[in-house]
């Protein structure tokens, strides 16, 4: 009895960590309804809405990725009421990311990869984040970084 116990113990907990371990390199969540009317509304032919938590400018926001009638990944933030907060615009390369982001990138992650680079415009004011997907050492992360080059997210994934 107390053997059988014990496996019941080491196998709920080791599916419990799996299950956490994929909703973290996942992190999708659902998109709320007023989201998803809100989008159609703008893009009818939108299709494969995924959407996950961020952090942009000190407030938390719902990203929203999907495709567009030409096939093209746009990616959307919205605020906890279902507003467009704003776009994200892909950049085409790490050409345009600004010199004080891409130093405390080096200083912060040396040897870096970049992968992807997307830049968030503030629409309450004057400012940008650039949302940065890099690989250091084997890790993977999602750094975010305003154009005074402070980091003010970042996470493994």
Do not use: C
Not at 8 to 20: D, E, K, Q, V
Not at 23 to 40: H, S, Y
Not at 125 to 144: C, D, H, P
């Amino acid at each position: 009895m107390r053997t059988l116990l014990l496996s019941l113990l080491a196998t709920t907990a080791f599916y419990g960590n799996l299950s956490t371990a994929q909703a973290q390199e996942t992190g999708n969540v659902a998109v709320p309804d007023k989201v998803r009317a809100n989008i159609l509304k703008r893009h009818p032919q939108a299709q494969d809405l995924k959407a996950t938590h961020e952090t942009h400018f000190g407030q938390q926001v719902l990203e929203v990725s999907f495709k567009d009638v030409e096939d093209e990944i746009k990616h959307e933030l919205f605020r906890t009421d279902g507003a467009l907060f704003a776009n994200e615009i892909l950049l085409a390369n790490g050409l345009e990311i600004s010199p004080d982001v891409t130093k405390v990138l080096a200083d912060n992650f040396p040897g870096y990869k970049l992968h992807k680079a997307e830049l968030v415009i503030n629409p309450n004011g004057v400012g940008e984040e650039y949302e940065l997907f890099i690989e250091v050492g084997g890790s993977k992360w999602k750094v975010a970084v305003n154009d005074k080059g402070q980091i003010t997210d970042k996470d493994a994934y």
